[in-house]
């Protein structure tokens, strides 16, 4: 019975016989988009020896957990009757450079779509997943195969502008969030390019007729300095003309899209902010500051992407042989185009930024992308657009929905969008300032307030791991989003990257060094020790909740140059009451990794002890070290500790500097007794201490 069961569900999804049909024409089956009904009788069908499809239309060439070690083997017959062997048949014939000896097979699923996972048995991370829709008569659909997109194939073409054009149009009409609020702003300097090639030429913003509008450029400067920079100079000569053979690549076709776009003005930073100037830097301290009125109010922010400066140009084209037309599939009357599509890189997913292009891989950049409303972002492979409202993409994988973590950008504007609190009369009176749309919440205050917090943490850690050329900017580079954050946090101080309201959480930050990523600390002041912007290199904040403060802030203050908040800093101090124990802090090597460790006599359960910066570079040693109690967990109760030694020897005062933060034992109930032993250790030798830290 099970055999004739199986023999009639394979006569019902195979290919049907007939005359011999083209190579490339997979004809299915007459009751094909009826057949994912039978779903309860498929499991009574033999697979197919060669993919291991069982069937069923709905699992055509997908997988949701591959079983281990299975593979399609593919020993090509002459007559295909299985259509999931046919259409990776397709694939196959399409890719004449692949030694099928070499690479390995699998089924997969993208996205609760179908795919095949191409592995090469002798480099590891050369997987390639191949993703397969159709395109059709409209309204039309077949089971098991998806509709898809595809991508332009160069982002200079008319496709590729329509398709650039279209989601500003969607913007436009339907999210009010990303339109400009309040008093229209315009950046000191603009570059004028309504005119021709020998018509660019840079303009101050009294000479742009109300109304202007502005396209501004994110770029990589790398390590070539263009020729067409600003300098005190040469500004004038700016003024009358820009040589267009003096603007490199990217920024000549960011003016060429700008004037498709019908924009007569572009902002970029190298020639609208004057540069070199050894002596003193007027105009860039300024200017900086400005960054985010200059990228919110921009019409639209270009990204460079894959640029890794300003020589590769905006434009690319898509490597040949990544999107291919495998055939045409026939149902009946109709017929559909039949493509298969390499998966593209998600560049805007903020847990793969370690594998994307360039401009996200900048710490600068980051700022510009988070703040601008709308900013299209020109890839290697396509177009991406992100705006507070939503991410789409050319080839339709990488937008804003259920398959794809929210943005990082999306989690911080919407609690800015939500806050109730900012629609106070108090905002800020800056005649420039742009004023955020709010939309009122019924959420309750102090959870919104939590993630708030929370969203702020993330957006420092993620930025922490980026690169700057020069680590004095580590402040001053994500100025703009702490500025847009305060917007919302208005009754609150911000201090050198950390918030007055949630002071002491903000303060559980550890230095995250890796083999990979030694970043040695500077020998300019970046910030005081206590701030996550002293340490050099990235900094984790994912292991601080749920955690609650146990510490009393008597006073917190910094200074900053030109007295800008958001900028640079000069120097900043929190005194801070609470109980502290004294210990000795040790160091060894160990196999010439560093480990270090919390001594105290009375002290008999080990410790994660971070440590920000190394107190002994390049060998053992021991120091007294103070563990000041910040917070406490709130799963298994137990101190959190910041580690302060002594600063150098001051006239009528004693100051400290952080080392580093002790980390209570693990959170798995069989580490609740080394957790009760540190508690109670911690409460019987500590005492009421104040402490200056600098």
């Not at 197919?48 to 997988?63: A, F, I, K, T």
């Not at 046919?86 to 779509?113: A, G």
């Amino acid at each position: 019975m099970a055999s004739l069961a199986s023999d009639f569900l394979n006569y019902l999804s195979q290919i049907p016989d007939g005359p011999k049909d083209p190579e490339n024409l997979v004809v299915l089956p007459k009751h094909w988009n009826r057949l994912s009904n039978l779903k309860f009788f498929w499991n009574q069908r033999e697979p197919c020896s060669q993919c291991g499809w069982n069937g069923n239309p709905e699992e055509l060439l997908r997988v949701s957990i591959p079983e281990e070690g299975r593979r399609v083997v593919f020993p090509r017959a002459d007559k295909l009757h299985c259509v999931c062997c046919k259409i990776i048949d397709r694939l196959i014939q399409k890719q004449h450079n692949v030694d099928m000896d070499r690479w390995t097979m699998s089924l997969w699923i993208n996205q609760d779509k179908p795919c095949l996972r191409m592995e090469d048995s002798l480099f590891e991370e050369d997987d390639i997943e191949w993703n397969f829709f159709v395109l059709g008569p409209k309204g039309k659909s077949l089971s098991g195969i998806p509709r898809g997109f595809l991508v332009s194939g160069d982002t200079s073409s008319d496709i590729a502008y329509e398709w650039a054009q279209r989601q500003l149009s969607i913007c436009d009409r339907f999210h009010p969030r990303c339109k400009p609020r309040g008093v229209p702003f315009l950046p000191t300097r603009l570059i004028s390019i309504a005119g021709g090639n020998d018509e660019v030429k840079l303009i101050d913003n009294f000479d742009v007729p109300p109304g202007g509008r502005y396209v501004a450029l994110s770029h990589c400067w790398g390590k070539k300095m263009p020729a067409c920079i600003t300098t005190r100079e040469n500004i004038l000569d700016q003024k009358r003309n820009i040589p267009w053979d003096s603007l490199p690549k990217s920024f000549q076709e960011s003016i060429v899209f700008t004037r498709r776009l019908g924009v007569g003005y572009i902002w970029i930073d190298s020639i609208c902010i004057i540069q070199q100037e050894p002596e003193d830097w007027a105009d860039w301290l300024r200017e900086a500051p400005l960054m985010f009125y200059v990228y919110q109010n921009a019409f639209l922010t270009l990204g460079a992407s894959h640029a890794e400066d300003s020589s590769k140009g905006l434009f690319s084209s898509l490597e040949p042989g990544r999107q291919l037309q495998l055939g045409t599939i026939r149902h009946g009357d109709e017929t559909f185009q039949l493509y298969a599509q390499q998966s593209f890189a998600d560049t805007t997913n903020l847990f793969l930024y370690h594998r994307s292009e360039p401009l996200f891989k900048r710490a600068w950049t980051f700022q510009e992308r988070i703040v601008s409303p709308r900013i299209l972002y020109f890839t290697k492979d396509e177009l991406i657009w992100e705006c507070y409202s939503t991410t789409t993409c050319e080839c339709g994988f990488h937008g804003h929905g259920r398959y794809n973590p929210t943005s990082l950008k999306i989690q911080h504007i919407s609690n800015v969008l939500n806050d109730t609190s900012a629609l106070s009369d108090g905002l800020d009176p800056i005649k420039y300032l742009t004023h955020l749309p709010f939309t009122r919440t019924r959420e309750k205050k102090g959870v919104q307030s939590v993630e708030l917090e929370k969203t702020w943490r993330r957006l420092v850690q993620f930025y922490s791991d980026l690169q700057l050329t020069n680590e004095t900017d580590r402040l001053l580079a994500i100025g703009a989003i702490a500025e847009q954050t305060q917007i919302l946090r208005q009754s609150q101080t911000y201090l050198a990257g950390i918030w007055s309201a949630s002071l002491a959480l903000d303060l559980l930050w550890v230095s995250r060094r890796t083999a990979g990523n030694q970043r040695q600390p500077s020998e300019s002041y970046i910030a005081p020790t206590w701030s996550w912007a002293s340490a050099p290199g990235p900094v984790d904040y994912s292991w601080t909740s749920p955690t609650k403060s146990n510490v009393e802030v008597l006073k917190a203050s910094c200074k900053y140059y030109n007295d800008n908040q958001f900028g640079k800093a000069k120097e900043g101090r929190l005194v801070l009451r609470g109980q502290a124990v004294t210990c000795t802090l040790f160091k060894s090597l160990q196999d010439s990794s560093p480990s270090y460790r919390i001594g105290h006599p009375d002290l008999t359960t080990d410790v994660e002890v971070s440590v920000d910066r190394d107190p002994f570079p390049g060998t053992d040693g021991v120091i007294t070290v103070s563990l000041l109690r910040i917070a406490d967990t709130c799963d298994f109760p137990t101190p959190i500790n910041m580690i302060l030694k002594k600063d150098r020897p001051r006239p009528k005062e004693t100051l400290h500097v952080r080392v580093g933060l002790v980390l209570p034992p693990g959170t798995r109930i069989q580490d609740q007794e080394d957790r009760r032993k540190y508690k109670e250790w911690f409460d019987g030798c500590s005492e009421s201490r104040t402490y200056t830290v600098i």
